[in-house]
């Protein structure tokens, strides 16, 4: 049992909780930034303790830098001309990691803390308490709706686009079209592990889902305001479009508080799906893939399903029920105030730290790049119709 839990999922969904715990019991104390900021790095290195892992000492050197460099982005924000532009903390904490990792590249002592996923999914647990159960009853059904139908049409498209036009083989073709149709590097992990694929590939798609997300991360939310989209189709729209839950949470942020939480709820809709299509991605590679000895089972499913969705519905259940309504708001504004903010600075720095352009733009990959901007650019059309149809009246 315990060894079940030491994983990212499972760790970074019970660093949320205890957060929440921390400010349901201690609200006051939560409200003290230089508190926040020790009590989310001894959980930070606690949890990679956990997981099993040893250098400890370089996970604190490295989430110190990572934690000033956060804090850096938030400042420049403050200046007067900048913060006239507009440009939130998120443009500068994903701009500063960018410039370190693909110049002096990412240093080995560096590397432990550099863990968006990580930072991502505590603080969308933390999330989840802002968003009243209503709000999810109405949003979550109609994204359950969009998502499977995206993720299948997307799914397909993508996949006949990659063996059919540029030719791809099987194993890279079924990991493309996983991560630009469900969630990015989450999927892309879940489908190799399923299929016990290549590392190298898996390297590859990771890279670039990351690279194609911060593009994307910027211009879709000036294209949403350019069209006049509501917040809630804008980020339904984000949330269904762009691969990685950390970039997701940054364009909604550039948009609306109200994006925001819709483009969140609809990505936790696609990551739902995400243990069901590993099940069926196995059952097609035990007998139509090179790997002869792999065998499906109903435990895929619960295995590569994202933990910290349970963590952001609980959330979302507890801050709901358990208190009264204006209790429920001030408690969640103090968790989401500092310690959302905070996590999401750490995995926002960190997104620019894990993502090396050098890497991607290799002779030999044009085909792989041109089949996964086809793809998306087909996902990115079919989600904002089915997007305004779904939400349009709200």
């Known amino acids: 049992m315990l060894k079940s839990l030491k994983n990212e999922d499972w760790v970074a969904t019970i660093i949320g909780g205890v957060i929440l715990l921390f400010?349901?019991?201690?609200?006051?104390?939560?409200?003290?930034?230089?508190?926040?900021?020790?009590?989310?790095?001894?959980?930070?290195?606690?949890?990679?303790?956990?997981?099993?892992?040893?250098?400890?000492?370089?996970?604190?050197?490295?989430?110190?830098?990572?934690?000033?460099?956060?804090?850096l982005s938030r400042s420049l924000t403050g200046?007067?001309?900048?913060?006239?532009?507009?440009?939130?903390?998120?443009?500068?904490?994903?701009?500063?990691?960018?410039l370190i990792r693909n110049t002096i590249g990412l240093p080995k002592w560096l590397a432990p803390a550099a863990r968006s996923e990580y930072y991502i999914k505590a603080g969308l647990v933390i999330l989840g308490s802002s968003i009243f159960f209503q709000q999810i009853m109405v949003a979550g059904s109609l994204g359950m709706l969009q998502a499977v139908i995206v993720v299948l049409s997307v799914w397909y498209f993508s996949f006949w686009v990659a063996t059919r036009l540029?030719?791809?083989?099987?194993?890279?073709?079924?990991?493309?079209?996983?991560?630009?149709?469900?969630?990015?590097?989450s999927a892309a992990v879940a489908t190799s592990g399923a299929m016990k694929g290549d590392p190298k590939k898996l390297s590859f798609v990771i890279s670039l889902v990351l690279i194609i997300a911060i593009p994307m991360m910027y211009l879709l939310p000036w294209l949403a305001q350019m069209i006049g989209l509501s917040q809630e189709v804008a980020g339904a729209w984000l949330g269904g479009t762009i691969d990685t839950t950390a970039a997701v949470v940054a364009s909604g942020k550039f948009i609306g508080e109200t994006a925001e939480k819709y483009s969140?709820?609809?990505?936790?809709?696609?990551?739902?799906?995400l243990g069901v299509a590993a099940f069926a991605i196995s059952i097609y590679w035990s007998y139509k893939g090179t790997n002869s000895d792999i065998r499906p089972s109903?435990?895929?499913?619960?295995?590569?399903?994202?933990?910290?969705?349970?963590?952001?519905?609980?959330?979302?259940?507890?801050?709901?029920?358990?208190?009264?309504?204006?209790?429920?708001k001030a408690l969640s504004k103090v968790a989401n105030k500092g310690a959302r903010e905070l996590l999401f600075s750490l995995a926002f720095v960190s997104i620019g730290l894990e993502t090396?352009?050098?890497?991607?733009?290799?002779?030999?990959?044009a085909k792989y790049?041109?089949?996964?901007?086809t793809a998306q650019t087909f996902n990115i059309l079919l989600t904002l119709l089915i997007a305004w149809l779904l939400f349009s009246s709200l």
């Open 79 to 98: 200046i007067p001309f900048i913060k006239s532009t507009g440009f939130e903390s998120v443009f500068f904490a994903v701009i500063i990691g960018l």
């Open 166 to 185: 540029f030719r791809i083989d099987k194993e890279m073709s079924i990991l493309l079209s996983s991560a630009v149709s469900i969630c990015g590097v």
């Open 264 to 273: 969140v709820i609809i990505k936790s809709a696609q990551n739902v799906l």
């Open 23 to 71: 400010v349901i019991l201690f609200p006051s104390m939560m409200q003290h930034y230089a508190a926040v900021s020790v009590i989310v790095a001894l959980l930070a290195w606690l949890g990679y303790r956990f997981m099993g892992n040893r250098d400890s000492g370089q996970f604190l050197l490295s989430f110190a830098v990572i934690f000033l460099l956060a804090w």
């Open 356 to 365: 090396d352009f050098r890497y991607i733009f290799k002779k030999g990959n």
């Open 369 to 373: 790049i041109w089949s996964f901007l």
């Open 298 to 328: 109903g435990s895929v499913l619960w295995e590569r399903f994202p933990k910290f969705v349970l963590g952001f519905m609980a959330a979302s259940l507890v801050f709901s029920f358990a208190f009264d309504l204006e209790t429920g």
